[in-house]
């Protein structure tokens, strides 16, 4: 299903995640094309709703190159490791684990084949779907640093906010299937020890 499809299936209850959809994606004036659609695919697979993922990236097609969507995918499979490590050393009461080495393979991070800036604004916005405080802080340090203005930040977290919200739609109105006269598997449910 492409995009404009998929869309249009968004129910009343969630209107307001269509139009803000058309707003910050269709109507953004602040990214650039692969700011803008590299954060939408990152922000899709970190969201982890399949069917939007596939239309998002069938869309980001004529807009990005291959080697940039595959960058955005990158992005949210390493900073979803990242944000899970970072956000545990983050919360946990044992300060010990903020000196302890990561010991995980993040080569990508340099590796992505893509404008280094956009990389980061992608991991940013991943940084925000998955929660982790100290990801934020950082990869915003490094935009900031980088003369990255404020309010492209905040357009790139309008567009995680949005897909992520749409996500949240979209697995809440998937199908699951009739489950009534589906076979029960009983061994499941046996009592005997071995």
């Not at 910050?24 to 939408?40: A, C, D, I, Y």
């Not at 749409?166 to 009534?180: I, N, S, T």
Request: with cysteine.
């Amino acid at each position: 299903m492409n995009l404009e499809a998929l869309l249009d299936t968004v129910p009343a209850y969630a209107r307001d995640l269509k139009l803000n959809f058309s707003a910050v994606v269709r109507q953004n004036t602040e990214l650039t094309e692969q700011q803008l659609w590299g954060t939408v695919v990152a922000c899709a697979a970190a969201s982890r709703n399949r069917t939007l993922l596939d239309a998002i990236v069938e869309e980001a097609k004529g807009k990005l190159s291959a080697q940039a969507v595959e960058a955005a995918k990158g992005a949210a499979a390493i900073l979803s490791m990242n944000n899970i490590f970072y956000r545990f050393q983050h919360l946990a009461v044992n300060k010990k684990y903020e000196t302890m080495r990561a010991g995980l393979r993040m080569n990508f991070l340099r590796q992505h084949g893509v404008d280094p800036l956009d990389f980061e604004l992608w991991a940013l916005a991943v940084s925000a779907v998955n929660g982790c405080g100290k990801c934020i802080d950082a990869h915003e340090r490094v935009l900031l640093q980088k003369e990255f203005s404020e309010e492209k930040i905040l357009a790139a977290i309008r567009v995680a906010s949005t897909i992520y919200g749409l996500a949240v739609v979209f697995d809440a109105e998937e199908p699951k299937g009739d489950l009534v006269g589906a076979p029960v598997n009983t061994d499941a449910y046996s009592t005997t020890t071995i």
